[in-house]
């Protein structure tokens, strides 16, 4: 085989190794841009699951004041009847 020969057959070689690289690097790319937007969706996802879990973990507290503002109002109101009882 010529040199010549030899070189041609080389380039054409290292151009198909190139094209090779070029089509592995777009799909990485590719699968790299599929990944982030992936990832976002699930970050959002869990920003909302801990927004949810904060608002459940506030529920007892807010039954609870709920609950001591009942007692407190009709604590108030028997105080304030007795004392409109026994001023009458």
């Known amino acids: 085989m010529p040199p010549q020969d030899l070189q041609e057959h080389r380039i054409s070689k290292l151009e198909e190794d190139v094209k090779t ?11 790299s841009a599929e ?4 990832l976002d969706s699930v ?3 869990l920003g909302e699951l801990k ?3 904060k608002s459940v973990q506030d529920r007892p507290s807010k039954m609870w004041d709920k ?3 009942a007692v407190l109002t009709a604590l108030g109101t028997g ?3 007795a004392i409109l009882v026994f001023l009458k």
């Open 21 to 31: 690289l070029y089509a592995k690097m777009n799909g990485f790319a590719v699968t």
């Open 35 to 38: 990944l982030n937007t992936k």
């Open 43 to 45: 970050l959002l996802t």
């Open 51 to 53: 927004e949810s879990i």
């Open 67 to 69: 609950f001591l503002f």
């Open 79 to 81: 105080i304030g009847t």
